[in-house]
């Protein structure tokens, strides 16, 4: 059984930093383009950023460019999202995702992904 696995989030004052990981099991993502996105109460899953399957591309949406890194761990099957300089609009359920097959390119679209985490809640207080 493939499981995605979040853990990291929590509550943090603005201007806080969290670190996000995403542990796989039941397959290996070394070969595939893996992702993180979020969804807000009342709003769609949106894009937040993605990393290729040896880490040589990223991608990031506007709002993260410059407060958040995306990385992985191929030998841990595991992913990261570093995020600094939180803003309550950050405030979210972020989810992290893989995509089934190999050597894709980095994309935003929620529709790519085919593997899903159950989210971490990510809370920031102004």
């Known amino acids: 059984q493939v499981q995605l696995v979040e853990s990291g989030g929590g509550l943090v004052q603005a201007g806080g930093s969290l670190r996000l990981s995403c542990a796989a099991s039941?397959?290996?993502?070394?070969?595939?383009?893996m992702g993180w996105f979020r969804q807000a109460p009342g709003k769609e899953r949106e894009f937040v950023a993605g990393?290729?399957?040896?880490?040589?591309?990223?991608g990031y949406a506007d709002f993260v460019k410059g407060r958040c890194t995306i990385s992985r761990d191929n030998a841990k099957n595991t992913m990261y999202l570093q995020m600094n300089s939180l803003k309550p609009e950050d405030t979210a359920v972020y989810y992290c995702a893989a995509v089934n097959s190999d050597y894709g390119p980095v994309s935003p679209s929620p529709n790519q992904y085919n593997y899903w985490g159950q989210g971490t809640q990510v809370t920031v207080s102004s």
């Open positions: 990393i290729n399957w040896n880490g040589s591309r990223t």
């Open positions: 039941g397959r290996r993502f070394w070969n595939n383009v």
